[in-house]
């Protein structure tokens, strides 16, 4: 008897929390005469009037709003245009409200009927109809996504929604292509895409959603149906004059059980397709590992990339073969695989002009560069993954070969030299990751990571220079630069998690290792052909062994308003390494705690504050330690003669989220300050033909503080999306040049503004401007700089004869730095489409850089130094493509 009462309290304790957690109110929506109306707006508000919940009706009048706060005076509210708004009082959630809507007469005269874009919200999620925002003009749907208000596409395919980046782009809800989603917003029509869904704390794990601590913002774009019933893709191939082609071919399903997006495609007309496999999160993701490692150690000292879209400077001629496919068993399981190779052939030609002030001297050099460079990039990536909420596994493969060629012929101050660089990269790595969830709710998480990267880098330079310091004043043949940093890496732990009503205790420990050998050499080809090594000074065969061993805990509170979590990890660090040719053979052990502290407050249905504060204690890698000098490039040496750096830093932000989705409008402030304190500084010796670097111990101390707006709001009666923000950061830093320590101070303000505007049914006008001013100035000296720059981007497209699309655009860029002459430049570009309907084929003809510009300066300012550089860019292009869908 006793055990039955209990179990009938445990259920009716069960349903009580359930109810508390979900409250819905139901009905239907009709006219007088019974008939259903569709997209009618439901808003629920409380006593105050406040909207605790909105939705719009399906095409049979129903609706169902969701809410979780306790309230009484509850009031139903229907509105649409052509009927009477009504109100409702809401007492009895288990009733059906089923109001009538009574007709009203709309004078045309003066009342204009639009078809209003509207957003409908379920929870965490955010609907954006692609018809509102679509328009004839507009081919794929990140061509729409940029129109969407809160919703920003940066230059090179990044999507943040109201200030925060997205950590995955799912299509129909399935994870095809984690964070490299280029290829789908350039590629998939807006015409097969039904919705655009905001997942705010995202968690694609799920038996983690009772509790969900995820902060993340993820897209989802809900696919039509008749969009799935069959491959869908296009064939375009283009021809143009000075001698340019552009060819690409897309194919695409997207069925419930197999989804795939393969293509290929290959121009000389200066678009890098790889961009298409840029991964937007790669930093965060390397953040879960401490597994340091230089991305490479040579380079040819190339020029820059030219502050302009890459489409306006790149001389390429460059092929990809891209293979993403999805094949899913049942709901819970599914087999990835994700396949490309790149291969790229670019030149680049430059002059540059350099200053560095340095207090009672100017260091200057004149540079001119003609590069030939040869990337080529291959990667498979196989993932399996089970996700159920009892159990989730997940286990992804990754090979990565990334060959890289690069010729260059270069003149410093007169005196010419041509390098040869040849990096070869291979990295190879398995991540596993195991989760059970135990008859108690507690969950058992077992991760392993393995990883090993090899990485041979040889530079060539005939002929030899700097003899002064390299062959005793003696002018001889060449320099050769041999390196090798092969790489072995583990990191694996085991968890408990506890779940207790609101409350998850998580505990973990485990370990890692990082095993490197560093092996450098560098020889000297003489006038008489024979090799020799510079000095003993020009070798390193360092062994590096870095083990960590840790343990952590984890608290997190999620309740309906406030989510908090707090991590207090604690680890033993140990590193040896040694050179027995350079008598060095050291041993280093570091306990650290590296607490940090995140909350998050619901100020309201859709509104939200955080904050979070960390400690951070970071030890340095292999390339701060060896002792052996190293010829970076033609004009850099670098050495060491430091222990290994640590730093210890401070970091605290604060963020303020708003929306008013009824309204479209959007607005996000974010609010950031780090502190870190270092042991070692590098020490530059600068001359008009080289620099030398080496790591001394010094104790410095970096600063930087920003803070960073935005808003995004639709005009309704304009049918246009306004975009504003603005950037403040300020770093305080310390430099050590020429034995002289300099203070600096830097500050950098951005101000950015946008506009995509329908103007009629057939035209569309978008402009973008962002204005940038920065100053840099020393405390010591009178060393300061400031740097001014105004960039403008505007189009008008517009339709004609119903299948036939014109597009003009241009972009302007002022500079202006003190001291120097004002830069201004100006392309324009022309585009006209035909649309065959009957054949599914578009013909295009454009011509970019109308003004046929050859030549682009660019000013580059850091703390003390300013650089001038002349690149060679493509003149006027004109191309005739024809583009086949199917």
Known sequence: MKKQLLYTFLIFMLSSVAALAQKQVKGKIKDTKGTPIASVNINLKDKEG?????????????????????????????????????????????????????????????????????????????????????????????????????????????????????????????????????????????????????????????????????????????????????????????????????????????????????????????????????????????????????????????????????????????????????????????LKANISYLYDQRTQEYNKFSETYLPGQTIRYNEVQNNAINPQKFRAQLNLNKNTEQSYLNNTFVADYAPNKTNSNVVINGIGANQGLSQKTFDISNELSYRKKLKSDNILNFYSYLNRTTQPEILNIRPGLNADILNNGTPYLGLDQYVKLPTSYTNNFISFALVKNKFTQTYKTGFSVQQQNFKSELYRIQNNQTTELVSQNTTNDLDWLKTKTFIEAGYDYTGEKIKASLFLPLSYNNINYSDPAKSLDKNLDKFFV??????????????????????????????????????????????????????KSHGVGANFNFRKAMQMLFFSLGVNYSATTLNTISSYTLSDNIQQRIVLPLANQAKSFSVNAAASKYLFDLRSTVNIGGTFSQSTFDQLQNNRLLPFNTQTMTYNAGIDSKLTNFMNFSYNGTYTVSNNKSSISNISSKFQQLRQQSSLTFTTFKSVFINVAAEHIFTHQLDQPNLSYLFADFNVRYKLMKLKTDLEFGVTNLANVKKFEAINLSANSLTSGTYYIPGRVAMLKATFNF
Do not use: C, W
């Open 50 to 334: 406040n909207i605790l919940s909105f939705t719009r009706t399906n095409d049979k009048g129903e609706y169902t709003l969701s809410f979780t706060e306790e309230n009484k005076g509850l009031t139903l509210e229907a509105t649409i245009i052509g009927f009477q708004k009504k109100m409702i009082e809401v007492a009895d959630l288990t009733k059906s409200y089923d109001p009538s809507l009574v007709e009203t007469e709309i004078n045309l005269k003066t009342v204009v009927v639009k078809n209003r874009p509207v957003l409908t919200s379920n929870g965490d999620t955010l609907n954006y109809k692609t018809s509102d925002f679509a328009d004839k003009q507009d081919r794929t749907i990140g061509d729409v996504l940029k129109k969407m208000p809160g919703i920003v596409v940066d230059e090179n395919g990044k999507v943040t929604y109201n200030g925060k980046g997205i950590s995955n782009l799912y299509l129909d809800k399935d994870n095809l292509l984690d964070d490299k989603y280029n290829i789908a917003t350039k590629s998939i029509p807006h015409g097969a895409v039904e919705k655009v869904q905001v997942i705010q704390n995202d968690q694609p794990i799920k038996m983690l959603r009772k509790n969900n601590m995820s902060d993340d913002v993820a897209l989802n774009l809900v696919i039509k149906d008749d969009a799935k019933l069959k491959m869908m893709g296009d064939i375009k191939a283009g021809l143009g004059t000075p001698d340019r082609f552009d060819g690409n071919i897309n194919a695409m399903m997207f069925k419930k059980q197999l989804k795939f997006i393969n293509n290929l495609k290959g121009n000389n007309i200066g678009i890098d397709p790889g961009i298409d496999l840029t991964s937007h999160n790669m930093a965060d993701y390397l953040k879960r590992f401490d597994n340091s490692k230089p991305a490479s150690f040579l380079s040819a000292g190339a020029a820059g990339v030219p502050t302009l879209p890459q489409k306006r400077s790149l001389f390429n001629k460059a092929g990809l073969i891209n293979l993403n496919n999805l094949y899913k068993f049942n709901d819970d399981l599914q």
């Open 594 to 647: 590296n607490p940090s502290f995140n909350i998050k407050y619901q100020i309201g249905i859709e509104n939200y504050i955080s904050a979070n504060y960390s400690f951070n204690n970071t030890l340095g890698g292999i390339d701060d330690v060896y002792r052996g000098t190293v010829l970076k490039n033609y004009r850099s040496l670098f050495a060491n003669n430091a222990p290994i750096s640590e730093s």
